[in-house]
């Protein structure tokens, strides 16, 4: 076997670096680019929910809200072919951020039964805030929109049984308990249906009072004969 000569023996050891260097690099690269798809996507999503609260559905247009994103319309259409994935996937994501931040305030109030009416309160914020108002422009529009109304009817279950959970936990009360789930059930479609009241006007000052009523309600319902 020939001597190999000073050149090629740098090559023969250098090159498995080469290899590993441009793994290395390759790697980073894919990493920044997910990245990057993370944020866009998140953009999105955020300006989905902006745009339908100001605007409803027919304002909504994947190139409105490509511009409130800062984002190409192209690029919106990458992350999502159709409008109805974009705003079924918006409402997916900031209902797990508002779940997050409904989490962490819930930590804040009191310990003991009478934690009911500052938990009521808590969740009607959310209920009356823009990802409810964007919801109920969706909502109306899928009564007529088929592709709209595939994509919410799933959602809608979920996100239903999530709160639901998401309730009976932050109480402390028993799932099992059937008397327990249906004070939980109707005090949720209380508090939606006091959102709806509040879409048109500033229904604060008389919803706090029926929360108040209705937790004195739902602790009675509570305590033990």
């Known amino acids: 076997m020939w001597p190999l000569k000073k050149a090629?023996?740098?090559d023969f050891f250098?090159?498995?670096?080469?290899?590993?260097?441009?793994?290395?690099?390759?790697?980073?690269?894919?990493?920044?680019?997910?990245?990057?798809?993370?944020v866009t996507r998140q953009k999105l999503m955020?300006?989905?929910?902006?745009?339908?609260?100001?605007?409803?559905?027919?304002?909504?247009?994947t190139g409105a809200v490509a511009e409130r994103a800062g984002v190409s319309r192209g690029a919106c259409q990458h992350h999502f072919p159709t409008r109805a994935a974009l705003v079924a996937a918006a409402v997916e994501h900031v209902f797990r951020q508002?779940?997050?931040?409904?989490?962490?305030?819930?930590?804040?109030?009191?310990?003991?039964?009478?934690?009911?009416e500052p938990l009521l309160n808590l969740l009607a914020d959310?209920?009356?805030?823009?990802?409810?108002?964007?919801?109920?422009?969706?909502?109306?529009?899928?009564?007529?929109?088929?592709?709209?109304?595939?994509?919410l009817l799933p959602l809608e279950t979920h996100v239903g049984r999530e709160v639901h959970r998401l309730t009976?936990?932050?109480?402390?009360?028993?799932?099992?308990?059937?008397?327990v789930r249906e004070t939980v059930r109707?005090?949720?479609?209380?508090?939606?249906?006091?959102?709806?009241?509040?879409?048109?006007?500033?229904?604060?000052?008389?919803r706090r009072k029926v929360l108040a009523h209705w937790a004195r309600v739902f602790e009675a319902q509570l305590t033990p004969a």
């Open 126 to 151: 959310v209920y009356t805030g823009p990802l409810f108002r964007a919801a109920t422009h969706l909502w109306v529009a899928a009564v007529t929109d088929d592709e709209l109304k595939a994509k």
């Open 14 to 38: 250098q090159a498995p670096q080469q290899d590993r260097l441009m793994s290395s690099t390759a790697t980073g690269a894919t990493r920044q680019e997910q990245e990057r798809s993370r």
């Open 46 to 61: 955020a300006a989905a929910i902006e745009v339908l609260a100001e605007q409803g559905w027919a304002g909504a247009t």
């Open 8 to 10: 090629s023996v740098i």
């Open 168 to 179: 009976i936990e932050l109480l402390g009360l028993d799932e099992g308990d059937r008397e």
């Open 186 to 206: 109707a005090s949720l479609d209380l508090l939606r249906g006091l959102a709806l009241a509040n879409l048109l006007h500033d229904d604060s000052a008389r």
């Open 98 to 116: 508002q779940s997050e931040e409904i989490v962490r305030r819930a930590k804040e109030l009191p310990k003991s039964q009478r934690r009911v």
